[in-house]
């Protein structure tokens, strides 16, 4: 069961991987894809041995790992799937607000969607009315007090992701090097943009520090964990003070 293509050809005959969430029907998990959160090399390394690959943004590439309860009712129904292992990475969150920055900076993007590029934007103003909204992390729901996955891994450890999925699937996983966003020189000097970020950290509504300190719980949580299938993320985030 595939959606549309998961690849696609360029004229320079190179193969173009788009986003996707996959499902394994066989090995029992779904991988949400989390945006800009480096999911590019472990969707293309993945794709070709789930059964199951969205990829359209209408059937729900990125979607939330909170809004998959309809596609755990067709899985039960048609695959009698009764429960999936639910893994995501993350970043933390100035990094990722850097590069969303960054990726909507590009200089293309002016000419195919003028309404999303930030090129003529001031980066501490963008980063100030983003830090200044109310919403939790991706992976996260503050009503419930609890992860919507079961694995959540900081792209930092990606090492070890690599682990856990050649365990399930009894061969060695490596994820190639890459990158959705296009090739060009560095516009932007990240180093800088993170300080500037920071500087805005005093204006940030009080659900963007508890993702920033969610992050560190959850990096502090993979750094010591040998196996990350037999760690309990939920047990071990909120039997500390969040």
Not at 91 to 97: A, N, T, V
Not at 141 to 165: G, T
Request: with cysteine.
């Amino acid at each position: 069961m595939r959606s549309q293509a998961e690849q696609q050809t360029t004229s320079e005959g190179e193969t173009k991987v788009k986003k996707q969430m996959l499902i394994s029907i066989k090995k029992k998990f779904v991988f949400f894809s989390n945006p800009k959160c480096g999911t590019t090399s472990i969707e293309a390394r993945l794709s070709p041995l789930c059964e199951i690959s969205i990829n359209g943004t209408r059937d729900g590439k990125h979607l939330k790992p909170s809004d998959f309860t309809s596609w755990e009712t067709l899985l039960r129904q048609y695959h009698s799937c009764e429960k999936l292992l639910k893994i995501c990475t993350t970043r933390h969150p100035i990094e990722k607000l850097i590069s969303w920055y960054t990726y909507r900076s590009r200089p293309e993007l002016k000419i195919k969607n003028s309404q999303r590029y930030l090129g003529n934007t001031d980066f501490s103003e963008w980063c100030r009315q983003e830090m200044k909204k109310d919403c939790d992390e991706w992976f996260f729901q503050s009503s419930n007090d609890k992860l919507d996955v079961d694995i959540v891994v900081p792209i930092k450890y990606i090492y070890k992701l690599e682990k856990l999925f050649s365990n399930l699937f009894c061969k060695n996983i490596k994820f190639p090097s890459k990158n959705a966003s296009p090739n060009r020189k560095d516009l932007f000097s990240t180093s800088e943009l993170y300080k500037l970020a920071e500087r805005e950290l005093k204006y940030a509504h009080p659900s963007f520090y508890h993702r920033i300190k969610m992050h560190h719980q959850i990096e502090a949580i993979c750094s010591k964990a040998n196996a990350l299938e037999d760690i309990n993320f939920n047990e071990e985030l909120f039997s500390q003070s969040l």
